[in-house]
């Protein structure tokens, strides 16, 4: 298998894009050096929001457009560094006017509206712990989350309320203030428009030391019950430095992000990186629509986009020759994160775009970019990259006297040495599942990975959906990359089902393309396919045509849930359940 992953990246051939960063440091170096002189030292203390806004306001560059929105109904509104400064002193005002303090908690529900950000950079303002949900959650993951999360203020829409939240929301007893974005608010509740409408546009931002709780994001929920990873202040340095290495950031480059902030990534790199790396950052309200998407790149010249496989496969869906409609002159770099980056899509990118995905790894718990695809470093499709400067990654394995460090080529747990600033500080309510992740003093990712000779990483599957047969491990991630390289296949999702003789056998669910019908000779016909690819032993024995695949709103497929509805299991947490059709 080592040796299929090595050959796999020579055999489609390397691509590079010579921006001339390097991704190496030289020891003794500070590797956050660069973003800890960003950051003043302010009062003593330190806030994301005052590095994101205040900080720029202070150094004259107010009228420089930080938020250009698009509306889904075709509206725009541009948003500088002083408006968004104001806006978010003005939410800020609103809480304090409440009598809530530095330390209660904030939950915001509702889509890519400007309020949303006003609301995310003014709770940091004001010393409040901000949590972001996606707005097309169920009633019963809203709850939970809010109850472990000891919320104090929802802001949302008068919709959500009426059909999510009004039920229930006498019985959380924290809940002291629920803040409705408009001019009009059910009776129990704030209307947000007019509350704003008469705050003060001046609001002095809160001294929040290093370790003060600034963030909670809630975990993907891909391989169970979602958990509550708490953020600090600090993490600042990191977002800085992250954003600006990996991605790329500067003053006045034109940035998007499409993930949403009720994701990790749709916060550090949607929210926080960008604003405090002086950028114009793009927010689309609309879900993804391949001519939309397509169409805001030219029209807004789009500078570095930041995005996710899965949208990266719908737009291989789509076809090239849609996008030979539109000119993505301006882009200079384009990174993925969230699920594996199929080789075949960094090639496609690359001739398509003019430049290639670049792939980076990281979790909700990481709180920054880890591992990545560089600017100015050589791409291995298929690969994740090298770590950051100042990031300690290692393949460990288990042994007889605690975790034991891999050499090159090897298979284990993808570890790494805590101690970056966005680190996690504690999973809530869940003590024991955060003292898990660390042993022998790694932090253990759950994901299992190999390192190449040259230091690049490369993705194997996650711990529990790694499939045993034969004697063979296989990783989903590499029967899946080798079934969508067939013409048919848009998407696979691959798992292990218990065989007497071998085991476990490999079994895929996959969606088609257009054009394609699903019939006996197309299941041969990508069998044979796979067969050829990865040998008999690691092509699946059956494929399954589906309209979707199950995935999470973060766009990541739920093998596990393949995997217990093959076995007749309960399906476990699904909260964040977006599509599955048979
Ligand atoms: P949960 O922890 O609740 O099961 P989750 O792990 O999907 O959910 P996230 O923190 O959103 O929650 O996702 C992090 C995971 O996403 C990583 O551990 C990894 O499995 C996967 N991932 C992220 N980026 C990449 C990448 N570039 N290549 C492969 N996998 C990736
Ligand atoms: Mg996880």
Known sequence: MTQDRVSLASGVGAVSDASGLPNTLTEGDDPWGHARSLIDGWKGGINIAHEALDRHVADGHGAQIAIKWLGKDGSTQDLTYTDLTELASRFANVLVDHGLRKGDSVFALMGRVPE??????????????????????????????????????????AS?????????????????LVLIVGDDAPEDCIALGPSMASAATAFETVRTAPEDPALIHF??????????????????????????????????????????????????????????????????EAEFDIDRWYGTIEKERVEVWYSAPTAIRMMMRAGN?????????????????????????????????GQPFHDNWWQTETGGIMIANCPGAEVRP???????????????????DGMVELGDGEIGELALRPGWPSMMRAYLNEEARYQKCFRDGWYLSGDLAMRDKDGYFWFVGRADDL???????????EVESALIEHEAVAEAGVIGVPDETAGELVKAYVTLNPGFQPDDDLEQSIRGHARKKL???????????????????????????LKARELGLPEGDISTLETDET
């Open 321 to 353: 020759a849609t996008a030979a409609k539109y000119d993505f002159s301006s882009l200079v770099f384009l990174a993925s994160v969230g699920e594996p980056l199929n080789p075949e899509a960094v090639i496609w990118s690359k001739e398509v775009f």
């Open 116 to 157: 949303l950000y006003a609301a995310a950079l003014g709770a940091l303002k004001a010393g409040l712990i901000f949590t972001p949900l996606f707005s097309a959650f169920g009633p019963e993951p809203i709850r939970t989350r809010m109850e472990i999360g000891k919320a104090n203020v929802l802001v949302t829409t």
């Open 219 to 284: 975990t993907s929920g891909t391989t169970g019950k979602p958990k509550g990873a708490v953020h600090v202040h600090n993490a600042v340095i990191y977002h800085a430095f992250s954003g600006n290495y990996a991605l790329r950031l500067s003053p006045g480059t034109i940035y998007w992000c499409t993930a949403d902030p009720g994701w990790v990534t749709g916060t550090t790199y949607g929210i926080i990186s960008p604003l405090v790396n002086r950028v114009t950052m793009l927010v689309d």
């Open 382 to 400: 298929g690969s994740m990259g090298r770590p950051l400067p100042g990031i300690e990654a290692a393949i460990v394995t288990q042994a007889n």
């Open 467 to 477: 499939i045993k047969t034969s004697g063979h491990l296989i990783g989903p991630f």
């Open 535 to 561: 040998g008999p032993a690691v092509a699946p024995r059956e494929i399954v045509f589906r309209k979707t695949l199950p995935k999470t709103r973060s766009g990541k497929i739920m093998r596990r849930l």
């Open 160 to 176: 959500i309320y009426k059909r999510k939240i009004s039920k229930w929301r006498d019985e959380i007893p924290t809940l002291k």
